[in-house]
């Protein structure tokens, strides 16, 4: 007896020191689990000073705390052991890798508090260089110096949970898949608003430019002459003498372009054109190809294509990102709740300005432009 009282006090203990570690990183949903396994453990400890009960029928097992078991009478007569547990999944909303998304590969400035990031670059108009007499007036260029300011932008949203979810957590697995899922929602809405902005402002692909001179037949153009086409006009573009890249490494899309691309073949019924044609590693093993739900446009049930390189951007973020838990009522309905908040600034900023728009280049209709070379 001496022995389980003994390491009870030794459990109460440990659990007491986890909510004090919890309180002081500020993690209120660890505290909330830890304070909660605390007055289970205590409870099941006067118990068993109270009725002197064997071990095994009053000690908590906190290793098993989250398969609660428990009888019940069923339909037919006879008790049956429930099983209850938890299936703590949530649909991605974006193509994550390994824990990394695409904006992942964007060169990223951490700032310590809410910034106006200014940009100033060079316009020119007049007379470019030509041939002039002896004497003549020489042509004349002008350069004049603009700004373009970009804020940080606010991202956030808040889940709710009941009191009683939170009051039967069986151990800090449910805490953690709370603030996981809330966390893992919010980088992917990140994602796709990052996707969205860039190719709001990108320069649209106009494939008549295009029409008739690949060597494919009219009709029988492939993905990569899509994929080609759009590189070089990413190219005459963006080519700088000073900044930047003239190609993209990167292209973003939704799953039927994909399937294109995976299925692309040199002419009907020949080679695949991929070098890797694998549909289970192709394009997860190459990081030009990712998805995201900002390409698929609803209105027209169009895949989007967009092109860029990811060192011509650069993503702003303030380097914090709130989390917050809280109980609230619910008036209207009587209930208790709990909020879990996050938030997060960031804004995306190019390193070209002026001209023909930030430096992507955006398909609005992959599926047209291609039939269109």
Do not use: C
Not at 12 to 18: F, I, S, V
Request: no cysteine; proline share 2%.
């Amino acid at each position: 007896m001496l022995d389980q009282v003994l390491n009870k006090i030794k459990a109460l203990a440990e659990l007491n020191e986890r909510a004090e570690k919890a309180a002081a990183a500020q993690n209120a949903v660890e505290v909330l689990s830890a304070q909660k396994a605390w007055r289970d453990a205590k409870r099941g400890f006067t118990h068993k000073i109270r009725n002197r009960k064997d071990e095994a029928h009053t000690t908590i097992k906190l290793s098993l705390y989250n398969k609660a078991k428990n009888f019940i009478h069923s339909t037919l007569g006879g008790n049956r052991l429930v099983d209850d547990d938890y299936v703590l999944n949530q649909r991605a909303e974006a193509d994550v890798r390994n824990g990394r998304r695409w904006i992942d590969r964007l060169p990223t400035r951490m700032h310590d508090s809410l910034v106006n990031i200014n940009r100033y670059f060079m316009t020119t108009s007049g007379t470019p260089a030509s041939i002039v007499a002896e004497g003549d007036p020489k042509p004349q260029r002008e350069k004049v110096q603009n700004l373009q300011t970009f804020q940080l932008q606010k991202l956030a949203v808040t889940d709710l949970v009941t009191q009683e979810a939170v009051y039967a957590l069986r151990n800090e697995r449910f805490a953690d898949y709370l603030v996981d899922a809330h966390l893992e929602h919010l980088l992917d809405r990140l994602e796709q608003q990052i996707t969205s902005a860039i190719a709001s402002n990108a320069f649209v692909f106009n494939s008549g430019l295009f029409a008739g001179y690949s060597t494919s037949a009219t009709g029988q153009a492939t993905w990569h002459d899509l994929l080609q086409a759009m590189q070089k006009q990413h190219d005459f573009l963006f080519a700088d003498h000073f900044v930047g890249e003239k190609f993209g490494n990167i292209f973003i899309t939704y799953h039927r372009t994909l399937y294109g691309i995976l299925t692309d073949r040199n002419g009907f019924g020949r080679d695949y054109l991929s070098a890797q044609h694998d549909i289970s590693s192709f394009v997860l093993s190459d990081d030009f190809f990712w998805w995201s739900e900002a390409m698929f446009d609803i209105p027209t049930s169009a895949d989007r294509g967009l092109l860029l390189n990811t060192d011509n951007f650069e993503l702003h973020m303030l380097d914090a990102a709130d989390l917050y838990f809280e109980r609230v009522v619910d008036a209207a309905d009587e209930r208790n709740l709990y909020r879990i908040t996050a938030e997060v600034y960031f804004v995306v900023v190019p390193r070209f300005l002026g001209g023909t728009g930030w430096p992507a280049v955006v398909s609005n209709n992959t599926l047209t432009d291609r039939n269109g070379l």
